[in-house]
């Protein structure tokens, strides 16, 4: 899954802040307690710094518990806000974002509406009109990632609902409104922005592994075309996630990309 990022002003839209009933392991409370079979010391320690903060959206009577890690330190500037690939959560970014905090940004990682662990119990719509207005609410900016070529969720729409329900072990997955949330999404159409993608002016950072065999790497040439002011890194020996495979390639190219964009 590569990674984008793009200049873009940020800033979360909250109400007061939820106290976090923390279990005596460290972890909070809504986290599955099956977190506690995970060895991988950056996980775990990145799935206690978990935090709910309510998100207000026009869809609900009142605002969704969203789940994201907040910067360690807040240091005044334009923040680095980490969103997560389909289906996934913001322990995906466990290795990169620590990276990010050691060289002085201050780093977010957000969980999209309908996946990660925020507090979906009354079932808000998770379609791609509920996705998008949320991520509007949090950041104030819009991120894409690799799928931005793909024509929506395409067959998956027609998928029966009992099949489309077929999930993977994934930690946030145990939630009891994952098959929900993510059934209303797939079944929704997803995203088809590809049309939009030459109306971005911001400087674009675009960062692909080489060996991706999931997507294309043909992608990454057009992505470079089409963007007007980007920037394209691709990582050797590197496969679909790179700030997993290769989180200080990742925080590197980051940092080079701000650096030079400040000069």
Wanted: proline share 6%.
């Amino acid at each position: 899954m590569p990674v984008l990022a793009t200049e873009a002003a940020s800033g979360w839209i909250l109400g007061p802040r939820a106290r976090v009933r923390v279990s005596g392991n460290g972890f909070p409370s809504f986290i599955p307690k099956e977190v506690e079979r995970i060895r991988d010391l950056a996980a775990r320690e990145l799935a206690k710094r978990i935090e709910r903060l309510p998100v207000k959206v026009s869809f609900t009577n009142s605002s969704i518990m969203s789940s994201c890690v907040k910067p360690s330190q807040r240091r005044g500037k334009e923040p680095i806000v980490l969103l997560h690939g389909f289906d996934s959560s913001c322990l995906e970014w466990r290795y990169t974002l620590p990276l990010l905090e050691d060289a002085g940004l201050e780093t977010w990682a957000v969980d999209i509406l309908g996946w990660g662990f925020s507090d979906l119990e009354m079932l808000p719509p998770s379609n791609v009109a509920a996705k998008r207005e949320h991520l509007f609410q949090v950041s104030k900016l819009v991120l894409i990632d690799a799928s931005v070529y793909a024509e929506g969720t395409g067959t998956m729409t027609k998928l029966p609902r009992a099949l489309a329900y077929a999930g993977v072990g994934r930690l946030h997955c145990l939630l009891p409104w994952w098959e929900d949330t993510t059934v209303d999404f797939m079944v929704s159409g997803g995203y088809n922005v590809s049309s939009q993608i030459k109306q971005i002016k911001q400087k674009s950072l675009i960062i692909w592994g080489e060996d991706d065999q999931i997507i294309s790497s043909t992608n990454a040439l057009r992505l470079q075309k089409e963007l007007q002011n980007s920037v394209l890194h691709r990582i050797p020996e590197c496969g679909h996630i790179p700030h997993v495979e290769k989180p200080m390639s990742v925080a590197e190219s980051i940092l080079e990309f701000l650096q030079g964009d400040h000069s």
